[in-house]
């Protein structure tokens, strides 16, 4: 004869408050954290065919409100290996609102070396730099307008295939 042995349940054990409560503290914290705005501004431009004409201007605009705090800019450039230099000339513009013409300076662009190889990130044949071009505070709040051009001796310039900047309020 067969005898059937009854497995008697244990009750529930219910979590103590305390661990209810700050586990819903944290997560309402990580719930307002991850709704904080960020303030970051990227625009880049393509050119199509991968060629960069001297005529062809990577321009945009950025509203800043916050005139006390300091920004980071950076310029992006996304260029394929078959690249031909190391660096590359540009001439970049910040017209802040308060002003009709912007204030243009040129730059040299260091994309990487021979012994190193390419800055930046990069997929399969594929390289986005984003190089830091200066920290600074604006002036005026509002609009501003940047304009990026290439000033290499190559025209049309080749293997380029966007060309932006970044603004980023530094934390």
Same mark, same amino acid.
């Given at each position: 004869?067969?005898?059937?042995?009854?497995?008697?349940?244990t009750p529930r054990?219910?979590? &103590?408050?305390?661990?209810?409560?700050?586990? *819903?503290?944290?997560?309402?914290?990580?719930?307002?954290? =991850?709704?904080?705005?960020? %303030?970051?501004? $990227?625009?880049?431009? =393509?050119? =199509?065919?991968?060629?960069? $004409?001297?005529?062809?201007?990577?321009?945009?605009?950025?509203?800043?409100?916050?005139?006390?705090?300091?920004?980071?800019? =950076?310029?992006?450039?996304?260029? +394929?290996?078959?690249?031909?230099?190391?660096?590359?000339?540009?001439?970049?513009?910040?017209?802040? &609102?308060?002003?009709?013409?912007? %204030?243009?300076?040129? /730059?040299?662009?260091?994309?990487?070396? %021979?012994?190193?190889?390419?800055?930046?990130?990069?997929?399969?044949? /594929?390289?986005?730099?984003?190089?830091?071009? +200066?920290?600074?505070?604006?002036?005026h709040p509002g609009?501003? +307008?940047?304009?990026?051009?290439? /000033? *290499?001796?190559?025209? &049309?310039?080749?293997?380029?295939?966007?060309?932006?900047?970044?603004? $980023?309020?530094?934390?």
């Amino acid at each position: 004869m067969l005898r059937l042995m009854s497995i008697k349940s244990t009750p529930r054990m219910n979590a &103590p408050i305390y661990v209810v409560f700050y586990g *819903m503290l944290v997560f309402m914290a990580l719930g307002f954290y =991850s709704c904080k705005q960020m %303030d970051v501004f $990227e625009k880049n431009v =393509s050119f =199509s065919a991968h060629q960069w $004409e001297t005529t062809d201007t990577a321009k945009g605009q950025f509203l800043i409100t916050d005139t006390n705090a300091v920004y980071n800019v =950076s310029i992006v450039l996304r260029h +394929t290996d078959a690249f031909l230099y190391n660096n590359i000339w540009l001439q970049l513009g910040i017209q802040s &609102p308060a002003d009709t013409l912007s %204030d243009f300076q040129k /730059i040299n662009l260091t994309l990487g070396d %021979d012994a190193n190889g390419w800055d930046g990130t990069g997929m399969n044949d /594929i390289w986005v730099v984003r190089k830091k071009y +200066t920290s600074c505070r604006f002036r005026h709040p509002g609009l501003y +307008t940047f304009r990026l051009v290439q /000033i *290499m001796r190559d025209d &049309p310039l080749l293997h380029v295939m966007s060309a932006g900047l970044r603004v $980023e309020k530094n934390r």
